[in-house]
């Protein structure tokens, strides 16, 4: 990984974010390292690679720019536990890399710029800026890309559920937005 190959993908995920800041510095140089630990090239949409991410922040950009992974392809997840943190699948061969943002981990922030801070992440060697585990990533049915996964439709109110999202409660399929606390209340 080099600086000019940096330069490159963090304009691109510059353009996709919308500004230059701290997070998409860090999100450029993480979803780079994802790509290299797995030995997957740059500037290519990879059908056998699924990221998943841990929070919805700027680095979130960042990586989805870099990796070209995407909610509509499935081959990006959210699991919101909001931690500094993304995971890397090969889906051919199962290797996964859990990667994690050292310094979003510690008590004490560096006192810097965000010029600094762009530049840190621009020169300094991913080994140094970033935690990696080895992983086995458990995925549940219908989390996969592909076909579609089982469907059902709702027996409380009747709509269609994809890829396997249902639940069934007394031997009936429900959506879980009727089975648990939905995040909406419909007012009109
Ligand atoms: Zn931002
Ligand atoms: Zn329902």
Same mark, same amino acid.
């Given at each position: 990984m080099n600086i000019e190959e940096y330069d490159e993908q963090l304009k691109k995920?510059?353009?996709?974010?919308?500004?230059l800041c701290g997070g998409i510095a860090?999100?450029?140089?993480?979803?780079?390292? =994802? #790509? $290299?630990?797995? =030995? #997957? $090239?740059l500037n290519k949409r990879h059908k056998n690679l699924i990221v998943i991410l841990e929070n919805e922040r700027c680095t979130a950009d960042g990586i989805q720019?870099?990796?070209?992974?995407?909610?509509?392809?499935?081959?990006?997840?959210?699991?919101?536990?909001?931690?500094?943190?993304?995971?890397?699948?090969?889906m051919d061969t199962g290797e996964a890399y859990r990667v994690s943002d050292a310094d979003a981990n510690k008590k004490v922030k560096t006192k810097e710029?965000?010029?600094?801070?762009?530049?840190?992440f621009?020169?300094?060697?991913p080994e140094e800026l970033f935690n990696v585990e080895k992983v086995k990533v458990k995925f549940k049915d219908g989390q996969k890309p592909g076909d579609?996964?089982?469907?059902?439709?709702c027996s409380v109110c009747g709509e269609k559920v994809?890829?396997?999202y249902h639940l069934v409660r007394d031997g009936k399929a429900i959506c879980r937005a009727c089975a648990?606390?939905?995040y909406y209340e419909v007012i009109e």
């Open positions: 995920a510059v353009e996709f974010h919308g500004e860090i999100g450029t140089k993480l979803g780079m390292y =994802g #790509l $290299e630990l797995l =030995g #997957l $090239e720019a870099v990796t070209k992974c995407s909610l509509g392809k499935r081959s990006l997840k959210q699991v919101y536990y909001g931690r500094f943190a993304a995971t890397f699948c090969n710029t965000r010029e600094e801070m762009v530049e840190r621009r020169s300094t060697p579609a996964h089982a469907t059902a439709w994809t890829d396997n648990e606390e939905s």
